[in-house]
């Protein structure tokens, strides 16, 4: 199907998951929206982000998307389920796949799990994977500066390394050998946390199980983009268009020329 396949974030993080799209999806169009005048959702009520996670939907639809991914864990924890009565096209989000993910690697079922507030808080994670296995253990931490450093672009700064440091310190209690970076930020931060944790913790990256999610649903849905088409990637915000492209060209295989900004109260 020659449509365009829809991604929404908060801000930049979704492009990790546009990152990973573009490279296993190559065929197919994107239209990505990044609520860069409202991030961050994670510390957000599940009321407040229900209701920018509709507006972006409808934004998205006059756009004629064959497909919705929720590129952010907040939205997809608390949002999901409203988008799909909602909306008359498939929902892919991030946090089923990467516990999938998560529960296939872990050897001693001990997973770690970091996110936002609001991800940790709505405790999804934990839903899936003891719905996947009840016998693991579930270990949740709240990361909430970890959105800010990777918004200013701070991916190996010392200031990042002891954040990164407190955060996991206690962790290490608890003998984790899977962890989940359950905020699509959290990727552009895989180097200092994969140090912190050592060699013996595997790393999930929802972004890149979410792309794997989306190729398979498009092939069962028999939605897949027709060979040889033409291929289009097109990218608004809410607002800092210029901050934005400097940002997304620091992270996808692409370069993005152009941004447009969207006045997503509006919808």
């Known amino acids: 199907m020659n449509a365009p ?19 296993q999806l190559p065929g197919e169009s994107l239209v990505y929206f990044g609520d860069t005048a409202r991030v961050p959702y ?15 939907a409808r934004f998205l639809q006059t756009r004629k998307v064959k497909a919705i991914v929720i590129a952010c864990n907040t939205a997809s924890a608390l949002a999901r389920e409203e988008l799909e009565e909602m909306v008359d096209v498939p929902i892919v989000d991030v946090v089923r796949p990467g516990a999938k993910m998560a529960a296939e690697t872990t050897r001693n079922k001990k997973i770690g799990v970091l996110g936002t507030r609001s991800t940790i808080k709505s405790g999804i ?16 931490k709240a990361c909430p500066l970890f959105v800010p450093l990777v918004e200013e672009g701070l991916f190996e700064d010392r ?14 209690e608890y003998e984790i050998d899977s962890l989940v970076l359950g905020c699509t930020h959290y990727p552009l931060l895989r180097g200092v946390i ?17 792309a794997k999610s989306l190729k398979e649903m498009l092939k069962e849905k028999e939605l897949l983009a027709p060979a040889g088409g033409e291929v289009t990637h097109d990218f608004f915000v809410s607002d800092g268009a210029d901050e934005f492209i400097s940002f997304a060209n620091s992270v996808l295989p692409r370069r993005v ?4 900004l969207v006045d997503i109260e509006a919808y």
């Open 257 to 260: 020329e152009n941004t447009s």
């Open 194 to 210: 994969g140090r912190e944790t050592g060699d013996g913790v595997r790393l999930v990256n929802p972004a890149y199980e979410t």
């Open 5 to 23: 396949i829809g991604i929404f974030d908060s801000g930049v993080g979704g492009l990790t998951v546009a990152k990973e799209i573009m490279r």
């Open 125 to 140: 994670y934990e839903r899936y994977l003891h719905q996947i296995d009840a016998e693991i253990t579930v270990v949740s």
């Open 42 to 56: 994670g510390t957000k009520s599940k009321a407040t982000v229900c209701k920018y996670s509709r507006q972006i």
């Open 159 to 172: 200031i990042t390394e002891d954040v990164v440091g407190r955060y996991l310190h206690d962790m290490k």
